[in-house]
């Protein structure tokens, strides 16, 4: 994932909207730097996979046999 560093001048004029799409698409991280030195960083989630579909079966009565009273 790369990093792009910014001050907010730079995306006063863009919508919120369009600079959260923007690093989706990117997959880039964006530091905003802000007057006051302070600093915000956004950045997407990673995207997962989907999980596996297992072969093989639950028991009917799994449950009642682990709760059993011994």
């Known amino acids: 994932m790369t990093t ?3 001050v ?6 863009r919508s919120l909207e369009e600079v ?3 690093v989706a698409r ?3 991280r964006l530091v905003v ?3 006051d030195g302070e600093e915000v960083t956004i950045e997407p989630r990673p995207r997962l996979k989907p999980l596996p579909v297992l072969e093989g079966y ?3 009565g799994w449950k009642d046999a682990v709760y059993a009273e011994s």
Request: charged share 40%; no cysteine.
């Open 20 to 22: 959260l799409w923007d």
């Open 58 to 60: 639950v028991p009917r």
């Open 33 to 35: 730097r802000m007057p």
């Open 26 to 28: 990117r997959y880039t």
């Open 8 to 13: 907010l001048d730079d995306i006063k004029e």
């Open 4 to 6: 792009q560093t910014l």
